[in-house]
């Protein structure tokens, strides 16, 4: 018998959404994806799609937990940035309610800041960071993607960060630069990949780096097949060189293809302990701990 | 009464050709502009393309001499590069000539190679090069831009030089990354261009230092007005970042907008000595040095 539905859990990113139904203790009982993005969407938009996403999950009258870009300003409704260090209990006392009178609630944001204003933000990942690491619990989680995100967690609580724009990053290089031109797809080459892993590494100085993926390919040493996998590991190498603490266990979270070429590169960059997360179960853990933890 | 003409210069880039109707000692008496560049162009199309555009000026049979991307491979005809270091006199006789029997000539590219082949590529930035620096002078040169190379002479040769992709760079996040969203054109605010530099000398890790520009968006320490300029200003520096020898003199190669906003940030560096040189004069002059060196 499967366990009773408590949470109805919703990860709203800028390009999409995933709603979850969860059980008591953070498993994901079902899981529906959409496109409507909070990026895309005026504040009375959100109400609406949730119910044509999952309406039939909300009829017994279940709480909605909603994180991600949805609580960013102009969008579902704002819920202000929690500092760092944040723990889970101040993150789950600063819920947002978008629609007065329903039990719906938005996770706020979390924001490094220091003397003179913010340093650096997130929406989302902090639920992912916040369902990995229990009471007590330290390390480092990696968020690979469009906007990757490298946190430090202490004892629980999410003690900083800083955001990579490797993903955005890529996609911009390989569409609109001299580079992209008849580049291929990611994902066919895996010694391009290293070799620019290697070399994202040891060059700091990326604008001069990424050139060499048209010098490498003209010298005849990268083929036109490889050349998006040598980016890929350059811009990736480049994210992992700003690193700092290559001995802290490091907790990768994301889908199977970006979280295993991080993986291949934090090896190369000498990580010598990388375990891996699935996102929507991190999420879904985050979510319900956040959910238990508000008063 | 001007000087009669010795040889009509081309400077053909890949976006657009430059002619140049050049007097004895490299003065240039005429100049015309056409966006027909050798990247959209057929090998067969280019010889049209200069009769179209200087035709009247080719009557009295002078000779033409080309520099650019008319010479890579693929366009005109394929102009091998020249490796460093590269002497005037090696450049000059390396001439190719792209229609047999014409009186038409084509400067190599340069490159630096190492034991395992190209390390990086430049097409017609050696020709302003060997016209700013004479025999036996030392320094170094800076060609803003796209591309821009950071190039270092010594004795009258180009001993080696390095490419950053800057201007493609700056172009492709403004139109391909969150950043550009709402982005307007550079060149508005000069403190906000200054933070961006002074932002982009300090941190090695770009693609973190670039979300800055979204947070100091966001924390209201940088006007959306301003973005562009922060954001080239970042870029900018991130380049100089790269450059080990601040005490030495530099020459800035370029049009007057985008060479003063490098000015600005060799200054904000520590360069002390840098002196500023027009695009078209360095050009003409280092093609008819070229001419008049060949044997």
Known sequence: LPAPTVLIGVDW???????????DGGEV???????????????????????????????????????????????????????????????????VQPEPGRDIWIVPGVAVMDETG??????????????????GESGLA????????????????????????TGDLFAAVRRDTILGQDMGEPGVDGAAFRRGVVRGLADRALTAALFSVRVETLGGRLEPRGAADY???????AE???????????????AEALAGRYATALDLAGFARVERADASVAVARGLWRIWRARR
Chains 1, 2 share one sequence.
């Open 142 to 165: 990696v968020t690979p993607g469009t906007h990757s995100k490298w946190a430090t967690v202490e004892d629980g609580r999410l003690t900083g960060f800083r955001t990579f724009m």
């Open 118 to 135: 913010l340093r650096d933000v997130m929406r989302g990942e902090e639920t992912q960071i916040l369902g990995l690491f229990g009471e």
């Open 240 to 254: 992992i060189a700003a690193q700092p603490h290559r001995d802290r266990p490091v907790v990768l979270v994301g």
């Open 231 to 237: 980016l890929s590991g350059l811009l990736i190498g």
């Open 29 to 95: 009982q079902a899981e529906r994806a959409d496109p409507r993005g909070a990026g895309g969407l005026d504040p009375a938009d959100f109400a609406a799609v949730l119910a044509d996403l999952a309406g039939d999950w909300l009829e017994e009258g279940p709480p909605v937990l909603v994180c991600g870009m949805a609580g960013a300003r102009g969008r579902w409704r704002e819920a202000p940035y929690c500092p760092c260090p944040a723990s889970l209990d101040e993150v789950a006392n600063a819920l």
């Open 13 to 23: 990113g800028t390009s999409n959404l995933r709603a979850l139904r969860i059980a």
